[in-house]
């Protein structure tokens, strides 16, 4: 059965630091491949999705994505954060075969932004 | 455009009590979903919905959770006889299938449930 795998429950850095979250898939296939954000008593948010082509995809905000076929990852990044980047963030796989829109989600990391 | 709403945001019950949920997608998304998010976990599927027809609903607790869609449009996910398990956040989720916006979900904020 398709998983995803966010190793890091929490992170922790600090503003203008660099980020890289980690995602780790499980699927019979490459799959599609998206990240959410969760902010405070918000809904999910799409940053980025992947579906084919240029293994670097770029989302909202300054973030990043690259896939890995090899590793099977789709890890998040971005450059330079910002304390309002603060949020749950999670990694999330789907493949549109015919009648099957099933999408699975990671169990999220939480980030926080320090000053 | 309006987006994804849910109702109500909260709502605590004792054991044994029943509780709707519902939801008003994006108008025009053919596809929703509904998920179960336990505190500090991720969005759990429990149903989704293509129009009016129940695709999916393999993750249902069948002998206490129903969901419709009658109209293909709104829906209502209900929960008859809760337990302290069910304690979670039920978030709703439209998408539209088909166009550049394929495969993204547009999450309402979620109707946060307390069973004590």
């Known amino acids: 059965a398709q998983s995803v795998t966010q190793p890091d429950a929490r992170v922790t850095v600090s503003e203008g630091a660099s980020l890289q979250l980690r995602c780790k898939y499980s699927?019979?296939?490459?799959?599609?491949l998206f990240w959410y954000v969760q902010y405070p008593r918000q809904g999910l948010q799409m940053l980025l999705k992947?579906?084919?082509?240029?293994?670097v995809v770029q989302g909202v905000n300054g973030f990043e994505a690259e896939f890995s076929k090899s590793d099977s990852s789709f890890h998040l990044r971005k450059a330079s954060v910002h304390w309002s980047d603060s949020a749950v963030y999670f990694c999330?796989?789907?493949?549109?075969?015919?009648?099957?829109?099933?999408?699975?989600f990671g169990a999220g990391t939480r980030l926080k932004v320090i000053a | 455009e309006a987006g994804v709403t849910q109702s109500p945001r909260y709502a605590v019950l004792q054991e044994g009590q029943a509780v709707s949920f519902w939801c008003d997608p994006i108008?025009?998304?053919?596809?929703l979903y509904w998920y179960q998010q336990p505190r500090d976990q991720g969005p759990q599927l429990l149903v989704y919905?293509?129009?009016?027809?129940?695709?999916?609903n393999s993750q249902l607790p069948s002998d206490r959770f129903s969901a419709v869609r009658p109209k293909g449009t709104n829906s209502t996910l209900k929960i008859q006889s809760a337990k302290q398990g069910d304690t979670a956040t039920y978030l709703c989720?439209?998408?539209?299938?088909?166009?550049?916006?394929?495969?993204?979900?547009?999450f309402g904020e979620g109707s946060k449930l307390t069973v004590l």
């Open positions: 699927y019979s296939a490459t799959p599609y």
């Open positions: 992947y579906y084919s082509g240029d293994p």
């Open positions: 919905f293509r129009d009016e027809a129940v695709i999916d």
């Open positions: 999330a796989v789907s493949r549109f075969n015919t009648g099957n829109y099933k999408y699975v």
């Open positions: 108008s025009g998304h053919d596809t």
């Open positions: 989720a439209s998408s539209l299938l088909g166009g550049f916006n394929t495969g993204q979900l547009y």
